[in-house]
């Protein structure tokens, strides 16, 4: 157990999960970079004689470009011409065309990377994403440019909406919504004063939350967890308390899904309002289920705050060890 629990602690650390979806999101990438695209094509698709197939291949600039290929049926085989097999790095290349029960596998490869189309004749037969590693770094430096936005906005969200609860907290009016809501509070996070601050930062988090008002929610979720920071009394070992808001702001429920709502009508859906309901539900079954998780979790004695104090104490003692024996080689 004394080896399984910092295993186990560290296999399921959010950092180590992150760690391993990189890694693995960067080995895909390699593999379908150096390997070729197949498309399974029905082979009803495919009249006996000449047939006419394009590949589309839209880029990150939303252009598209378009590539027509003849490939022959003859006796229950498709034929390639020699010169759509050679490679080329201005269109994709056909590689192979090999039957496989009652369908066809194209196999094709391109130095363009984006999304692509495969139509026999009007009909589209194949779509996908082609990825390389070009397509990984242009991705990295636009989602990190993304995020560098988004941090600007989150500051001016953070800086009106904790100026307003300050004035709310000179009013008391966060006092007083605190105490109508604390027998929930209380309930989720029992180590929580009534009249501490954290107690009106958690009900502002959570109200929020449920109104679907994530740029609110997140100025309210850090200032609690600052809050909730200082009842800790071993700061370096996350509380019970600290888990709990962690695990409700990821479980995210919220009666009005503004950002689902926002994204489905600027892709042009024309009823964005119909998942609603569907949102609720799962909302809600997260949420329950993170709760839950949190409370059951937190009696094991793997996931226990002592047990990660005491973690942490053999770390920092066997860290003074190694430095003090360091110091004596030196001397």
């Not at 890694?23 to 390997?35: M, R």
Request: hydrophobic content about 50%; charged content about 15%; glycine content about 10%.
């Amino acid at each position: 157990m004394k080896v399984a629990g910092p295993l186990l602690r560290y296999v399921l650390n959010i950092n180590t999960i992150w760690g391993a979806m990189i890694v693995i999101s960067f080995l895909l990438c390699v593999v379908q970079h150096y390997l070729p695209t197949t498309t399974t094509i029905g082979a009803g698709r495919f009249c006996e004689g000449a047939n006419a197939v394009t590949i589309r291949v839209t880029d990150s600039k939303k252009q598209t470009q378009s590539f027509a290929y003849a490939l022959v049926l003859r006796a229950g085989e498709l034929l390639i011409a020699d010169a759509d097999r050679v490679v080329r790095s201005d269109r994709p290349w056909l590689i192979s065309a090999t039957r496989a029960g009652s369908a066809f596998l194209l196999k094709w490869d391109t130095g363009a990377y984006g999304t692509y189309e495969v139509a026999v004749g009007d009909a589209v037969v194949g779509q996908g994403r082609l990825v390389t590693l070009q397509s990984l770094t242009d991705a990295a430096f636009d989602y990190a440019k993304s995020g560098f936005d988004v941090a600007l906005g989150l500051v001016a969200a953070m800086v009106l909406f904790l100026g307003l609860m300050k004035v709310g907290e000179a009013a008391g009016i966060v006092q007083l919504v605190a105490r109508l809501f604390h027998p929930i509070v209380h309930l989720l996070f029992p180590d929580v004063p009534r009249d501490h601050p954290a107690s009106g930062a958690i009900v502002m988090n959570m109200t929020t939350s449920v109104l679907g008002l994530g740029n609110a929610a997140t100025p309210f979720g850090l200032k609690a967890m600052l809050e909730l920071q200082s009842l800790n009394p071993n700061p370096k070992v996350a509380s019970d308390s600290q888990v709990m808001l962690l695990g409700y702001n990821t479980a995210g429920f919220a009666l009005l899904p503004t950002t689902l709502l926002a994204l489905r009508k600027s892709a042009g859906c024309l009823d964005p309002f119909e998942v609603i309901g569907t949102a609720m539900v799962a909302g809600a079954v997260a949420t329950v289920a993170a709760i839950i998780a949190v409370k059951l979790l937190g009696m094991l004695r793997v996931f226990s705050k002592e047990t990660a104090i005491a973690e942490q104490l053999r770390e920092e003692a066997a860290a003074g060890a190694a430095g003090d024996a360091g110091a004596g080689d030196k001397r």
